[in-house]
Nanobody, 123 residues
Framework: QVQLVESGGGLVQPGGSLRLSCAASGFTLDDYEIGWFRQAPGKEREGVSCINYNDGYTYYRESVKGRFTISRDLAKNTVDLQMNFLKPEDTAVYYC????????????????WGKGTLVTASS
Protein backbone atom coordinates (compact mmCIF):
# COMPACT_ATOMS: atom_id res chain seq x y z
CA GLN A 1 0.00 0.00 0.00
CA VAL A 2 1.44 3.33 -1.09
CA GLN A 3 1.58 5.86 1.72
CA LEU A 4 3.11 9.22 2.52
CA VAL A 5 2.89 10.14 6.18
CA GLU A 6 3.72 13.62 7.45
CA SER A 7 4.76 14.56 10.97
CA GLY A 8 6.10 17.59 12.79
CA GLY A 9 3.45 20.27 12.41
CA GLY A 10 2.26 22.43 15.28
CA LEU A 11 1.91 25.90 16.75
CA VAL A 12 4.93 28.19 16.88
CA GLN A 13 5.45 31.88 17.50
CA PRO A 14 6.51 34.06 14.57
CA GLY A 15 10.26 33.78 14.16
CA GLY A 16 10.29 30.23 15.44
CA SER A 17 11.19 26.94 13.77
CA LEU A 18 9.57 23.63 12.94
CA ARG A 19 10.79 20.54 11.14
CA LEU A 20 8.41 18.50 9.03
CA SER A 21 9.15 14.92 8.06
CA CYS A 22 7.61 12.75 5.35
CA ALA A 23 7.98 8.96 5.35
CA ALA A 24 7.19 6.99 2.22
CA SER A 25 6.11 3.36 2.27
CA GLY A 26 4.89 0.95 -0.37
CA PHE A 27 7.19 2.42 -3.00
CA THR A 28 10.70 3.80 -3.28
CA LEU A 29 11.31 7.43 -4.04
CA ASP A 30 13.92 6.79 -6.72
CA ASP A 31 13.04 8.67 -9.93
CA TYR A 32 10.42 10.79 -8.14
CA GLU A 33 10.18 14.46 -7.49
CA ILE A 34 9.01 14.75 -3.89
CA GLY A 35 8.19 17.82 -1.95
CA TRP A 36 6.07 19.93 0.28
CA PHE A 37 2.95 21.82 -0.64
CA ARG A 38 0.68 23.98 1.44
CA GLN A 39 -2.85 25.24 1.42
CA ALA A 40 -4.15 28.10 3.52
CA PRO A 41 -7.88 28.70 4.05
CA GLY A 42 -9.44 30.18 0.93
CA LYS A 43 -6.29 29.79 -1.13
CA GLU A 44 -5.06 27.37 -3.74
CA ARG A 45 -2.57 24.66 -2.96
CA GLU A 46 0.96 25.78 -3.81
CA GLY A 47 4.37 24.22 -4.07
CA VAL A 48 6.70 25.21 -1.24
CA SER A 49 9.83 23.15 -1.86
CA CYS A 50 10.63 20.05 -3.87
CA ILE A 51 13.62 17.81 -4.44
CA ASN A 52 14.52 15.36 -7.16
CA TYR A 53 15.20 12.21 -5.20
CA ASN A 54 17.95 10.96 -7.48
CA ASP A 55 20.13 13.99 -8.14
CA GLY A 56 19.08 16.20 -5.26
CA TYR A 57 18.01 19.14 -7.44
CA THR A 58 15.91 21.46 -5.29
CA TYR A 59 13.19 24.05 -5.84
CA TYR A 60 12.01 26.70 -3.37
CA ARG A 61 9.23 29.16 -3.86
CA GLU A 62 10.52 32.71 -3.61
CA SER A 63 8.83 33.54 -0.30
CA VAL A 64 10.63 30.74 1.60
CA LYS A 65 14.12 31.01 0.11
CA GLY A 66 16.72 31.44 2.83
CA ARG A 67 14.31 30.27 5.53
CA PHE A 68 13.31 26.71 4.54
CA THR A 69 15.60 23.80 3.69
CA ILE A 70 14.54 20.52 2.13
CA SER A 71 16.59 17.35 2.56
CA ARG A 72 16.27 13.65 1.79
CA ASP A 73 17.48 10.46 3.44
CA LEU A 74 17.96 7.79 0.80
CA ALA A 75 18.32 4.97 3.32
CA LYS A 76 15.18 5.89 5.24
CA ASN A 77 13.06 6.87 2.20
CA THR A 78 12.17 10.16 3.87
CA VAL A 79 12.12 13.86 3.05
CA ASP A 80 12.30 16.61 5.64
CA LEU A 81 11.55 20.31 5.55
CA GLN A 82 13.33 22.52 8.07
CA MET A 83 11.40 25.76 8.47
CA ASN A 84 13.09 28.68 10.23
CA PHE A 85 11.97 32.26 10.86
CA LEU A 86 8.36 31.29 10.37
CA LYS A 87 5.91 34.06 9.52
CA PRO A 88 2.15 34.25 10.06
CA GLU A 89 1.69 33.94 6.29
CA ASP A 90 3.34 30.50 6.44
CA THR A 91 0.30 29.23 8.33
CA ALA A 92 -1.33 26.44 6.34
CA VAL A 93 -1.85 22.72 6.07
CA TYR A 94 1.37 21.26 4.69
CA TYR A 95 1.22 18.20 2.46
CA CYS A 96 3.94 15.84 1.33
CA UNK A 97 3.58 14.63 -2.25
CA UNK A 98 5.51 12.65 -4.85
CA UNK A 99 5.30 12.61 -8.63
CA UNK A 100 7.18 10.43 -11.09
CA UNK A 101 6.91 13.07 -13.82
CA UNK A 102 7.34 16.04 -11.54
CA UNK A 103 9.98 18.62 -12.36
CA UNK A 104 8.69 22.02 -11.29
CA UNK A 105 7.02 21.42 -7.94
CA UNK A 106 3.53 21.72 -9.40
CA UNK A 107 0.62 20.14 -7.54
CA UNK A 108 -0.87 18.77 -10.76
CA UNK A 109 2.28 16.70 -11.39
CA UNK A 110 2.04 14.80 -8.12
CA UNK A 111 0.81 11.20 -8.03
CA UNK A 112 0.73 10.49 -4.30
CA TRP A 113 -0.30 12.72 -1.42
CA GLY A 114 -0.12 12.57 2.35
CA LYS A 115 -3.02 13.66 4.55
CA GLY A 116 -1.33 16.86 5.66
CA THR A 117 -0.12 18.43 8.87
CA LEU A 118 -1.14 21.84 10.22
CA VAL A 119 1.50 24.52 10.74
CA THR A 120 0.44 27.65 12.61
CA ALA A 121 2.74 30.62 13.15
CA SER A 122 0.96 32.92 15.55
CA SER A 123 1.52 34.83 18.76
Amino acid sequence: QVQLVESGGGLVQPGGSLRLSCAASGFTLDDYEIGWFRQAPGKEREGVSCINYNDGYTYYRESVKGRFTISRDLAKNTVDLQMNFLKPEDTAVYYCAAGVYGSSCAPLDMDYWGKGTLVTASS
